[in-house]
């Protein structure tokens, strides 16, 4: 089956600098990377995806890349606000339904 | 948009007793189900896949026996916990196919079991 790594496992910065949050996976098969949000004791909140036909997509502060050479797959967060404080999590499907998720990286942003 | 709604939210039960979470697909047919596990500080881990009208499939290393699943209908899944012992404790969440994309993901609301 597939296998996603995510990278780093946490990630302080400061308010209004950048945070990059880097996935790798195994199964070159994989045609679909989310990125999910989440907050304690809540559920997943999808904030951005990318399909392997696409490299790049940009929505406001949040962008991922997608390489599919090498087999990864990047968030970047621009402007960082405290609000972004989270556990993100990366996940590959190459089903169309079934998710790998990645280890989830704790994000603090320090005011 | 695709709602799955996941009861109960927060359950606190006994070392031996069993506990039942539903995941009801309100406005969509669901004729697949996931079930995930959240340990506290850790990542989503896929427990097994309940497919409607057939018997569910289980991810390596779990046990069929304790975490029953049933998917009765196009907009019930359930999964219970037979005798939950406190390693059992852990945020449960199901989810299932959207429909508004081939890749359409739902999440249930989770539920925070707790066993004493």
């Known amino acids: 089956g597939e296998n996603v790594e995510q990278h780093p496992s946490t990630l302080s910065v400061q308010e209004g600098d950048s945070a990059v949050i880097k996935c790798t996976y195994s199964?070159?098969?994989?045609?679909?990377f989310p990125w999910y949000k989440q907050e304690l004791g809540k559920r997943p909140q999808l904030i951005i995806d990318i399909r392997s036909n696409v490299g790049e997509k940009k929505d406001q502060r949040i962008a991922v890349t997608l390489n599919k050479t090498a087999k990864h797959f990047s968030l970047h967060i621009t402007e960082t606000q405290p609000e972004d404080s989270a556990v993100y999590f990366c996940?590959?499907?190459?089903?169309?339904?079934?998710?790998?998720f990645g280890t989830g990286t704790s994000l603090t942003v320090i005011p | 948009g695709a709602v799955v709604s996941q009861h109960p939210s927060w359950v606190i039960c006994k070392s031996g007793t069993s506990v039942k979470i539903e995941c009801r697909s309100l406005d969509f047919q669901a004729t697949t189900m996931f079930w995930y596990r959240q340990f506290p500080k850790q990542s989503l881990m896929l427990m097994a896949t309940?497919?409607?009208?057939?018997?569910?499939?289980?991810e390596q290393g779990v046990e069929k026996d304790k975490f029953l699943i049933n998917h009765a209908s196009l907009t019930l899944s359930t999964l219970t916990v037979t005798s939950a012992h406190p390693e059992d404790s852990s945020f449960y969440i199901c989810s299932a196919p959207g429909q508004t994309t081939n890749y359409g993901y739902t999440f249930g609301s989770g539920t925070r079991l707790t066993v004493v």
């Open positions: 996940a590959a499907t190459y089903t169309g339904n079934q998710f790998y």
């Open positions: 199964d070159s098969a994989s045609n679909y």
């Open positions: 309940s497919n409607e009208g057939s018997k569910a499939t289980y």
